[in-house]
């Protein structure tokens, strides 16, 4: 019986083991674009727990446990006994008993640390507040697509430090392409997750506060939503503070010629970053959208398979 492996960051994994989730997950999108089936987890199921609402997270992963033979069950954290104080690990020990692998979507790390710590099954994070490791693992596979790697290329995150930001450090840390991480000075990402970079990168990965210094050069730039989920009482102080790191066509013609732009979404048409420069040539937003499918299945066969 081989070992239990999680996704709760990408920071947990090696260069070897980011690139398997990407190689496979580009084999099972041959896979379906071909009409091929293939059930390599007929008979397994999936628990999806959500603190917070999502769209892609929750219809990719209930999509790709259909596609691979297996059963999705979307619990949101109020419909179950966590809702009433039941305790984390209580609710990881039982749900092993029913369940072959368990996603959630919440706040805290720390929460899903404990759950993987007490699980006997596979856990894989789907969002918190600390790290989106599927999202960025879709925005690599994205890249792969368009550029067949990252090796050579500078990527520019624009915004606030958050989840996305995070990620992306740490992709950078183990991939080791040049990141340029450009945020106002108030919202710069977490303390611990920047020393880290400071202390092991082996590529160029700075923070700044002038996105155009930031893009310059930059093959990719990616940004988010201003206002994350719980931040709504922030939002005309966010709205302010951000006003000059909109991702619009002034930033994008100062990367390189062939830039791509990446949004996780949902977007804030208009405020994070134009209609003009989200639906022109320049945008694989939707193309990201669509791989959160295919390594999201990557994932659960790698994860959850024999």
């Given amino acids: 019986m081989k070992a239990k492996k999680d996704l709760l960051s990408l920071y947990d994994l090696n260069k070897k083991e980011i690139e398997a989730f990407l190689t496979r997950a580009l084999e099972l999108k041959k896979k379906q674009k071909k009409g091929e089936h293939y059930h390599p987890l007929k008979g397994k199921t999936l628990g999806m727990i959500f603190e917070k609402p999502s769209t892609r997270t929750r219809v990719s ?3 790709g446990m259909f596609q691979l033979g297996g059963l999705a069950l979307y619990m949101r954290w109020t419909d179950t006994q966590l809702g009433r104080g039941e305790s984390v690990a209580d609710t990881a020990r039982t749900l092993s008993r029913y369940m072959d692998g368990i996603m959630i979507r919440t706040f805290s790390q720390a929460t899903i640390e404990e759950f993987a710590h007490n699980a006997t ?5 789907g969002l918190t507040d600390l790290c989106h ?52 000075k108030t919202y710069c990402p977490d303390a611990a997750v920047l020393e880290t970079a400071r202390r092991e990168a082996a590529s160029n990965i700075v923070l700044l506060h002038d996105p155009f210094e930031a893009v310059k050069n930059a093959h990719v730039i990616s940004t988010d939503t201003w206002v994350s989920m719980g931040q709504e009482k922030e939002y005309h102080g966010r709205i302010k503070a951000f006003q000059n790191f909109q991702v619009n066509a002034k930033l994008v013609e100062a990367a390189a010629p062939d830039v791509m732009v990446m949004h996780c979404l949902p ?16 945008s694989v937003i939707f193309d990201q959208a669509e791989n959160r499918l295919h390594i999201q299945k990557a994932i659960l066969e790698l994860l959850m398979g024999k």
């Fill in 61 to 63: 992963f209930e999509v």
């Fill in 267 to 282: 977007a804030h048409r208009g405020e994070e970053i134009t209609d003009e420069v989200m639906d022109g040539g320049h």
């Fill in 133 to 184: 490791p599927c999202q960025i693992l879709a925005d690599l596979l994205t890249i792969r697509e368009k550029r067949k790697g990252m090796k050579g290329l500078k990527v520019a995150y624009i915004g606030d430090g958050n989840n996305i930001a995070h990620s992306w450090i740490h992709a950078a840390l183990r991939l080791q392409f040049d990141l340029a991480v450009a945020c106002p």
């Fill in 121 to 125: 099954v596979p856990v894989i994070n």
